[in-house]
T-cell receptor, first 113, second 114 residues
Framework: GDSVTQMEGPVTLSEEAFLTINCTYTATGYPSLFWYVQYPGEGLQLLLKATKADDKGSNKGFEATYRKETTSFHLEKGSVQVSDSAVYFCALSGISGTYKYIFGTGTRLKVLA | DSGVTQTPKHLITATGQRVTLRCSPRSGDLSVYWYQQSLDQGLQFLIQYYNGEERAKGNILERFSAQQFPDLHSELNLSSLELGDSALYFC?????????????FGPGTRLTVL
């Protein structure tokens, strides 16, 4: 069935390190892809999104490219900060014309000063 | 602040009881979503409403039900509660509820079933 697979955390990095969080998906049709971030004690908020193949979403230094050939939407940031410490969720929606949303299990990122 | 409000913030109840969680969407948003977040299950999509009508259903148990009212606020009813229902329940809203729409999440209701 339709699913999202994220790399398991936690991911621990030093400040200014390069970040990659892997996300792959299985879906029929042409879903939209999202990265949401959840800071401690808060609800999720959209970080970036891409609605068709080869689109690149970007925000706050984070980027992800919708790769249909590898069914992936990996999140990257060139230089992380302590304030980026949070849980990151990959998600997809619009599977085969439905409105169903599927979230990955989340990847916890901890950035050390 | 996302503009989505949820009440109550915390809820502690006993097994077998029934509770109602309330959500008010952002002004202008017509669609509401409900999610359950637990440590072992991650974030699970429960149900979506658009302008008062059910639009999509996810992993929602039969003991759970929801509705969206004419003023667009939504309620999630959880009955015959079990220990395993303890979780964070999030509501989100979006403008039209389409697949590519951004969802705006509320702060959540933490439910503890004792």
């Amino acid at each position: 069935g339709d699913s999202v697979t994220q790399m398991e955390g936690p991911v621990t990095l030093s400040e200014e390190a390069f970040l990659t969080i892997n996300c792959t998906y299985t879906a029929t049709g042409y879903p939209s892809l999202f990265w949401y971030v959840q800071y401690p004690g808060e609800g999720l908020q959209l970080l970036l999104k891409a609605t068709k193949a080869d689109d690149k979403g970007s925000n706050k230094g984070f980027e992800a490219t919708y790769r249909k050939e590898t069914t992936s939407f990996h999140l990257e940031k060139g230089s992380v900060q302590v304030s980026d410490s949070a849980v990151y969720f990959c998600a997809l929606s619009g599977i085969s014309g439905t409105y169903k949303y599927i979230f990955g299990t989340g990847t916890r990122l901890k950035v050390l000063a | 602040d996302s503009g989505v409000t949820q009440t109550p913030k915390h809820l502690i109840t006993a097994t077998g009881q029934r509770v109602t969680l309330r959500c008010s969407p952002r002004s202008g948003d017509l669609s509401v979503y409900w999610y359950q977040q637990s440590l072992d299950q991650g974030l699970q999509f429960l149900i979506q409403y658009y302008n008062g009508e059910e639009r999509a259903k996810g992993n929602i148990l039969e003991r759970f039900s929801a509705q969206q009212f004419p003023d667009l606020h939504s309620e999630l009813n959880l009955s015959s509660l079990e220990l395993g229902d303890s979780a964070l329940y999030f509501c989100a809203s979006s403008v039209e509820g389409r697949g590519q729409d951004t969802q705006y999440f509320g702060p959540g209701t933490r439910l503890t079933v004792l």
